[in-house]
């Protein structure tokens, strides 16, 4: 795999919640190169196969992006209001510049108040979104021609590639899990690691996570293991102690298991392999605490990529990270289905 312009494609391919089409058919496309047992369901996730045989283990990772969706274009001034579709942060949308993805691509910018015509006590606030509106530089009978309730709105993609193999992106939430998952399969490409691999880029992680609850009920996995981004330290965040470029975040939390939980830091620590602690009291608030209920349950690990500025346009990750969740992930597989055999 060509990992950088492989994550430049995921990233900068649109697929915001219940339209993740595009971001879709490159999944499918990087996924094609280690199985030919691929298809989407019925909310849109894509599911590659890999294997027939010995125990069914699903490698997980969200396909959808955070974004917008239209609510309505002004009949005079031809301005469209939007409400955020996922946890977009209100805070970095003034002056972004955006792509409303209408009847045809409509590039435009969201309006942004001069600092000369706020008053004192709006200084140092953040508009919500019921105040927001986009520029398209179209009229009003223009703009309703193409541009209709419940079409989505991206911020405009980045990718840029940083210093010490790091990446920033706009959507790496949770493009670079998919690309995790798939550099998972290359490791284990030429080895007879023993088992069913059920790979799923589910969609509307950001909106619930129904992708994952359905894909997980329909391929009956027996055991997965779900990958998402985390919070990395950074200025701003005193009380994080994970770090980017130390490797993936292994997490312990009331509805993993336990025991896989452990059986990770141990293979881990085996192999070598960068990892981190992460606790969570209660639910994780990623895709695996729905595929650990799936059915009458599914055993269920989480490996994170640390990560910063979750939820803007300038995520930035560690390509390192990435491979030491992908290294991780293949050694318990492989793991796994050594215990099939002894």
């Known amino acids: 795999m060509d990992m950088i312009n492989d994550l430049r494609r995921l990233c900068t391919a649109v697929g915001v919640s219940g339209n993740e089409s595009e971001a879709a058919a490159v999944a ?37 992006q955070i974004g917008m ?11 469209v209001r939007f409400d ?34 706020l008053d004192k006590a709006d200084e140092n606030k953040s508009l919500p979104f019921d105040k927001l509106a986009a520029d398209t530089g179209l009229s009003a009978e223009e703009a309703q021609k193409y ?20 990446v920033c992106a706009s959507f790496s939430d949770d493009r670079a899990g998919v690309l995790t998952v798939l ?7 030429n ?22 609850k359905t894909a997980s009920f329909g391929v009956e996995p027996q055991e997965a293991i779900a990958v998402d981004v985390s919070f990395a330290a950074a200025p701003d965040t005193s009380d994080i102690h994970t770090h980017l470029g130390k490797g993936t975040m292994i997490c312990f939390a009331p509805g993993l298991s336990a025991d896989m939980s452990r059986t990770l830091v141990c293979l881990a620590k085996e192999k070598d392999i960068a990892y ?67």
């Open 191 to 212: 080895t007879d690691h023993g088992c069913q691999i059920i790979a799923v880029f589910a969609s509307q992680e950001e909106t619930g996570g129904s992708g994952a």
């Open 147 to 166: 541009i209709h309730p419940g079409d989505r709105i991206t911020v405009n993609p980045r990718f840029e590639v940083l210093r010490n193999d790091r």
């Open 183 to 189: 550099r998972a399969l290359e490791i284990l490409q």
């Open 69 to 79: 969706i239209v609510t309505a274009v002004d009949e005079k001034t031809g301005f």
């Open 84 to 117: 955020r579709c996922g946890g977009t942060d209100r805070r970095v949308l003034a002056a972004e510049r955006i792509t409303i993805h209408g009847e045809k691509d409509i590039p435009a910018v969201i309006i942004s108040t001069p600092p000369h015509l």
């Open 28 to 64: 499918k496309e990087l996924l094609s190169q280690f199985t030919s047992d691929i298809r989407t369901d019925a909310l849109g996730s894509v599911i590659g196969t890999v294997g027939t045989t010995g125990p069914r283990i699903m490698l997980e990772a969200h396909l959808d």
């Open 276 to 342: 981190q602690c992460e606790v969570a009291g209660r639910s994780t608030g990623t895709d695996a605490d729905d595929i650990a209920i799936s059915r009458a349950g599914v055993k269920t690990g989480l490996l994170s990529l640390p990560q910063r500025n979750m939820h803007t346009g300038v995520e930035i990750i560690d390509m390192k990270d990435i491979e030491a969740t992908a290294q991780l992930m293949a050694a318990y597989i492989i793991h796994r289905g050594g215990q099939r055999n002894d």
